[in-house]
């Protein structure tokens, strides 16, 4: 199994309160598969993002991917992990202000040892035309695709994804659900998207459906459609 | 929250509840949540205010503290001194003048004092009324620092000195001495116990001014009661004037009042040098006027003794001769009566046997006679009968004369009758008539003999026994009876009448023994008398040659006495003559001195003329000076960081504005948040900076300064004028960077305020168009770049704090290596003699021939040559400045010990014949350059002008340089008083010491490793003022460099938070923050060492002493210092800011944009 949570728990202490964030989540996920978490604000998939990110430690339980527990790593090891395993797609997309788009790309090529060329990763998200210019000179969907570039420039193991399509418009959000359903396919990419949006679940080889920190139920696609094919 | 609470409780009136309104518990949550942000604020406006109030009152508070000090112990206004001194007359003169406030009378005197090893100090002596220090209008009152005022005589009390604090301390004694003089012949009392140690007003300065006497240089003074001087005439008088009264010292209207009275005072001199010098004239005019009685009173004595003396003389001599002549008459007479007295001797002693055997004879005759008369009364008539008839029968008719007889009378020395003789020598029997008739022919005496003879025969024994008796009676007392008788009858019948009348014979025997007696008795009364006669003679004899020896020696006497008196008398005569004789040169040399009577002199100085009085305000004005600089651009760098600040400030709030808009708040209400926090942070900073600033800069750069000044302690009052100046200037820059900061946010509508503000877009630089470089930058860089060009304003902020503090660095450092490296220079590369020894220049030829021998001789000197050290003032008609005249033996040689050359050119200098070399320092002060004159004042009155001939290179004190030839053609003759040599080995210091200073001419020896050590310790003290200049250039990084991090940090917080999430490291995302405000550094690194070159060179040329030249130019460790500390507090902010860096939850990335 590429990726395994198994009883996973997460407590925050808030002053006096300890606020259980995860209590006892286990799921697997196959490789190249794309899978959706999905639930309602506050159920625990933005914990579970941060911990898959290796942004965030587990109080207990542990997380293998690829066969390695990240449970157990350091600071630096996490780094590490983030830097050669783990492409990240944000909400607000967090480009470089001040660098362009090739630029931006290169940010993560830079760190990364067997990164892609930048150029054919921004050819491949369909950006060739506007490779030279600032994200300020892009629509959403446009910076939304520099991101996905930036994360897949480092050929990471997983692909996260945190509510992609969240500050887009529909037909963009579309298209960009739509690249990672190809990426994933073609590239045979592990893609964890996150969000709350049930409509899409469809498109998803497995469904991992969040409630009150635990998993509520965890669905395998058989046949996963299309994303033109979904309607919301 | 608590804090707030605890706030809340604690200010728990009504009143103070309705002032915590929302709006203002915001402003103080807003300070507490940023409180870091808050802080850099304040410490930046802490540092500015403290900085330029600190420097800025540090030229009032020196000014404030020395014009007190002045004021309270009444500095003079004005020192007179005259070449001939002060009578009291001329004192009262003075007092008289009408703006004269008060004056003071005083004596001075320089004199020596040991200090131990063998080395001495000259001390300038004061005459002090210790009685009258009380008196409030006491001239220049000594401040007692320690112990008390001297009550006795031999009691002082000292300076505060660094010169000799080491040898003389309260309790200690001081014996002073000159060397050319008696001090006697100034003090009455030489030795005295220091009873308390005092600063004067007179001499803020270490520097005391020059002696005439030693090495020149003053070390320190003394206040000696003023009854120990036995001077005739005062040598200073000190004034105050009226017209001072209440002006301060350094005020400008004290110097136009001082002109006006020195123009006065000019005058005054004049007139009274003129009263002076004609009343020394009449003076002497009348002195000589008497003299010249009293010679010519005295010649005439003269000659009447001469003329007295040559008459005693004659007289006394006329006296002795005629004793003498005298005594030679007795003399003779003397000689006559020994001659006598001996001729009576020796007739006395030929004619006394004889008279004696005379006297003898007839005392026998008496005894013959008396024992004949005895003999006859025992005869009878039957005896004379036999005898008669015996004889009858005995006597033949016819006899012959035996041959016995015959012999006898002829060998008898008798002249006999020869017919006599006929008759005995006839051979055969003869008649004994014949016979008898022949013998009673001869005379009573011859008989007698004859019968002698019989009797003394052998045929006087055939006359029987019984008449022998009568026969010898009868030969002996009757041959006078018995004369003339013929025949035998007539001899027989002769002598029957005869014997037959006894009687009458008895009779007759005894009248004749009577007369004999008496004969005898006269005789020897004759002779006794005769011997006494000659013994009187003899005594009396005695006695005259007694006096005839009392005689000539009292003669002799006489002689001498007379001669001794004749000398004596010759001698008072002739020192009377040379005394005359001296008093008639005495007399033609005050003819010639009248002519020759000084022109007395007066010399007017004012406080300037005091050492140290000036230079402590040009040192005062030189922190002034900087204090402009450097505040300045604290303040700059202070308002640059409030705008970057609150900017940030008001941008991270853009949403709370927008919010409280939509609530309704008006602009004021909400600018107000922020201007109260700019405010109140530059206010609290303002009042920490003031109270600092105030109180330690002023004091810690004037206790530098003390090294060189003796004054009271600084005082420090708050100056409320600067103090408010700063204030007001801080909080307005930090209110208007808050108001500039919010007013376009507060212009913008609450909607727009509400939407996440659109972020900045990204720029192209012009580097990117050089694409041959950009192309190589890795994309991190080509961030850095375009960050660096996107937040102009705090780039600028970076460069422009970091320049300052690197150049005040450089500046320190330089200033540091400026001060500390003249000390290699100046005693290793131009002072490159070993020692230099200073010797009595009053000793005579001999005794510098031996010093010479011994300098020669000594194993541990490999070469050494004589110089004359002086200290003197050096004036041209634009300033006046001390230095030291060296004046060397051998004009070639001197570069073997001294380098001679210019700094500019390079180029070795050699003393001309004409003309001097002055050294640079002293060259710039004068503001003279080669061919112009300058005046070399030796003493007040000794001076002369010379050429400057070339400026050479030099660090540590001023210096005059001239051959010889030079000094000998503009002044007189050199003496030297100094050597200076080269050692062996110039460790050996204290052996070499040792042996030289046995020789007692020799006063001080000074080595220039000490010289070096000793100016290095001095200089130290500006270490110091470096250090703050360090110190406060580090803060300066420190707070603008966290300050922008900070910023950087917070402003990007999302962007790091990214790149953490995409896998970077933390050194990393260090490097990515850092990269940006690192090159600003560098820029500012490097603009700071720019600016900091001409920036140090200012602060050198308003910081230097006179008596020192810092080292020109720039030093590469300067520079690397500058760079390197910079870089560290660079580095240090970055390790501060790493843990903040660490800090950042990378969850801020998933966040939506603010």
């Known amino acids: ?232 | 929250m608590n804090t707030l609470y605890r706030l809340n409780r604690s200010n728990g009136n009504s009143k103070m509840k309705r002032f915590f309104k929302p709006t203002t518990k915001d402003t103080i949550r807003e300070i507490l949540k940023s409180i870091s942000r808050f802080l850099s604020i304040f410490a930046i406006i802490a540092l500015g205010t403290g900085f330029f109030a600190g420097l800025k009152s540090t030229y009032p508070n020196m000014a404030l503290t020395a014009n007190t000090y002045f004021r309270e112990q009444n500095l003079m206004d004005m020192q007179i001194k005259s070449t001939l001194g002060f009578t009291e007359s001329e004192i009262e003169t003075i007092t008289a003048l009408r703006n004269v406030q008060r004056v003071e009378p005083a004596y001075t005197l320089d004199a020596f004092a040991d200090t131990g090893n063998n080395s001495v100090a000259i001390m300038r002596c004061y005459s002090t009324d210790f009685s009258m220090l009380d008196d409030e209008e006491s001239i220049s009152t000594p401040l007692l620092v320690e112990g008390r005022m001297p009550q006795r005589k031999d009691e002082c009390v000292m300076e505060l000195g660094v010169f000799t604090s080491g040898q003389y301390d309260i309790g200690s004694t001081i014996q002073l001495f000159l060397e050319e003089d008696d001090i006697d012949d100034y003090l009455n009392t030489t030795r005295f116990t220091i009873v308390g140690i005092v600063t004067s007003p007179m001499y803020i300065s270490f520097d005391k001014g020059s002696s005439t006497i030693g090495n020149g240089v003053v070390n320190n003074f003394l206040l000696l009661p003023i009854e120990v001087f036995e001077y005739e005439v005062y040598t200073d008088v000190f004034l105050t004037f009226k017209t001072t009264e209440g002006i301060s010292a350094y005020d400008l209207r004290y110097d136009s009042v001082m002109d006006n009275i020195k123009k006065t005072m000019e005058d005054f001199a004049a007139e009274r040098e003129q009263a002076r010098y004609d009343e020394l004239y009449n003076t002497a005019r009348e002195e000589l006027d008497k003299a010249r009685a009293e010679l010519d009173d005295g010649w005439q004595a003269y000659y009447q003794g001469i003329e007295d003396l040559e008459n005693g003389i004659a007289a006394g001599r006329k006296t002795l001769e005629e004793n003498e002549r005298l005594l030679k008459e007795s003399e003779t007479a003397y000689g006559n009566g020994i001659k006598a007295l001996t001729e009576g001797w020796e007739k006395f002693e030929a004619e006394k046997p004889g008279a004696l055997a005379q006297l003898q004879q007839l005392e026998a005759l008496v005894k013959a006679m008396e024992d004949a008369a005895a003999y006859l009364k025992t005869l009878t008539d039957e005896d004379v009968e036999r005898f008669i008839e015996t004889l009858d029968k005995i006597i033949p008719a016819i006899i012959i004369i035996p041959q016995g007889v015959k012999e006898a009378i002829n060998e008898a020395d008798i002249d006999w009758p020869d017919s006599f003789i006929d008759l005995i020598n006839t051979d055969g029997p003869i008649e004994t008539d014949t016979l008898i008739e022949q013998i009673f022919l001869l005379d009573q005496e011859t008989r007698q003999a004859v019968f002698e003879l019989l009797k003394e025969t052998q045929y006087f024994g055939y006359i029987p026994e019984d008449i022998q008796d009568i026969v010898v009676f009868a030969g002996e007392y009757l041959l006078d009876e018995l004369k003339d008788i013929k025949s035998k009858e007539e001899l027989i019948q002769r002598l029957r009448e005869v014997l037959g009348d006894r009687e009458a014979l008895i009779q007759n025997l005894e009248e004749m023994i009577a007369q004999l007696r008496k004969e005898i008795k006269s005789g020897y009364a004759q002779l006794a008398d005769a011997e006494q006669a000659l013994i009187d003679t003899e005594h009396m004899l005695r006695n005259s040659r007694r006096t005839l020896d009392e005689g000539w020696a009292l003669l002799k006497q006489g002689y001498i006495d007379l001669e001794a008196e004749e000398l004596s008398a010759q001698a008072e005569l002739d020192a009377a003559l040379a005394k005359l004789q001296d008093g008639e040169e005495a007399y033609s040399d005050g003819l010639k001195r009248l002519e020759d009577i000084p022109y007395p002199t007066w010399y007017l100085f004012d406080r300037a003329d005091n050492s140290g009085y000036s230079s402590y305000i040009e040192d005062a004005e030189r922190v002034d000076k900087i204090a402009i600089v450097i505040p300045v651009f604290f303040i700059l760098v202070a308002a640059l960081v409030c705008l970057t600040t609150m900017t940030r400030m008001v941008e991270e709030n853009r949403m709370e504005i927008g919010t409280m808009k939509a609530l309704g708040y008006s602009n004021g209400v909400i600018a107000k948040k922020y201007l109260v926090y700019a405010i109140s942070a530059s206010l609290l900073g303002s009042f920490v900076g003031l109270a600092l600033g105030f109180k330690l800069l002023p004091v810690l750069i004037f206790n530098a300064y003390r090294i060189m000044y003796l004054l009271p302690d600084l005082m420090i009052p708050i100056r409320w004028d600067y103090a408010i100046l700063c204030t007001a200037v801080a909080v307005l820059c930090t209110a208007l960077s808050a108001y500039f900061a919010c007013r376009k946010e507060l212009l913008a509508t609450p909607a727009a305020l509400m939407r996440p503000k659109a972020p900045k877009a990204g720029k192209r630089v012009f580097l990117e168009k050089v694409s041959f470089i950009w192309s190589r930058l890795s994309f991190l860089h080509k961030v850095t770049f375009r960050n660096l060009f996107r937040y102009k304003k705090r780039v600028l902020m970076t460069v422009v704090g970091v320049a300052g503090c690197t150049a005040l660095m450089y500046t320190g450092f330089g200033l540091q290596h400026a001060i500390t490296s003249i000390v290699d220079k100046q005693y290793e590369d131009i002072f490159i003699y070993d020692a230099i020894g200073i010797y009595d220049e009053v000793i005579g030829q001999d005794e510098v021939a031996t010093l010479r021998l011994q300098l020669q001789e000594n194993e541990m000197i490999t070469d050494y040559m004589m110089v004359l050290q002086k200290g003197v003032d050096v004036t041209n008609e634009k300033a006046k400045k001390s230095a030291y005249l060296l004046v060397p033996e051998n004009a070639q040689e001197l570069n073997g010990y001294i380098n001679l050359q210019n700094r500019r050119v390079e180029e070795r200098l050699s003393l001309p014949d004409h003309g001097c070399i002055l050294t640079e320092k002293i060259a710039k002060m004068l503001d003279v350059s080669v061919g112009e004159k300058i005046t070399v004042s030796l003493s007040d009155t000794a001076k002369f002008e010379t050429e400057v001939a070339g400026i050479t290179e030099n660090y540590t004190m001023n210096y005059i340089y001239m051959s010889k030839e030079a000094y000998a053609s503009a002044y007189k003759p050199v003496i030297y008083n100094s050597f200076i040599l080269h050692m062996n080995d110039p460790t050996l210091s204290n052996e070499l010491s040792t042996e030289l200073l046995r020789n007692e001419e020799i006063l001080h020896i000074s080595y220039s490793t000490e010289g070096g050590k000793t100016f290095r310790d001095v200089v130290g003290s500006l270490n110091y003022i470096v250090l703050v200049v360090i110190i406060a250039a580090g803060a300066l990084a420190f707070i603008v460099l966290y300050n922008l991090v900070n910023i950087n940090v917070n402003e990007r917080l999302r962007e790091i938070a990214t790149i953490k999430v995409l896998g970077f490291y933390d050194n990393e995302v260090g490097a990515y923050i850092y990269r940006e405000t690192n090159i600003a550094s560098v820029i500012g690194v490097l603009a700071g060492l720019l600016l900091g070159m001409p920036f140090k060179d200012f602060v050198i040329s308003v910081a230097e002493v006179d008596s020192v030249m810092f080292a020109p130019g720039h030093y590469w460790l300067s520079f690397v210092l500058a760079a390197v500390l910079t870089f560290g507090f660079a580095i240090i902010v970055d390790i501060a800011m790493h843990f903040k860096l660490k800090k950042v939850d990378m969850v801020e990335s998933l966040k939506s944009v603010e």
């Open chain 1, 1 to 232: 199994m590429f990726i395994r949570l198994e009883n996973v728990c997460k407590h925050y202490q808030m002053g006096e309160v300890t606020i259980t964030a995860l209590d006892g989540v286990d799921f697997e996920i196959q490789k190249g598969e794309f899978a959706i978490i999905v639930g309602a604000s506050g159920a625990g998939k933005t914990t579970v993002l941060n911990i898959l990110g290796g942004m965030d430690t587990c109080d207990s339980g542990s997380v293998i991917i690829d066969g390695t527990d990240i449970s157990r790593h350091n600071t630096r090891q996490l780094t590490s992990y983030r830097r050669y395993d783990i492409g990240f797609v944000f909400q607000f997309y967090n480009l470089m202000q001040n660098l362009t788009v090739r630029e931006n790309v290169e940010l993560a090529t830079q760190i990364s040892s067997d990164a892609l060329d930048a150029d054919s990763v921004i050819a491949m998200v369909g950006l060739s035309e506007r490779i030279d210019n600032f994200p300020a000179q892009l629509s959403g969907g446009e910076q939304q695709r520099v991101s996905i570039a930036r994360a897949l420039a480092k050929r990471p193991k997983l692909l996260l994804c945190d509510e992609p399509t969240g500050a887009l418009d529909y037909q963009t959000g579309k298209n960009i659900l739509k690249l990672l359903q190809d990426t994933c396919r073609m590239h045979n990419m592990t893609v964890i998207v996150i969000t709350h949006n049930q409509a899409i679940t469809p498109m998803a080889d497995k469904i991992i459906t969040m409630r009150s920190g635990q998993v509520y139920s965890v669905v395998q696609n058989e046949h996963p459609v299309s994303i033109e094919q979904i309607e919301w």
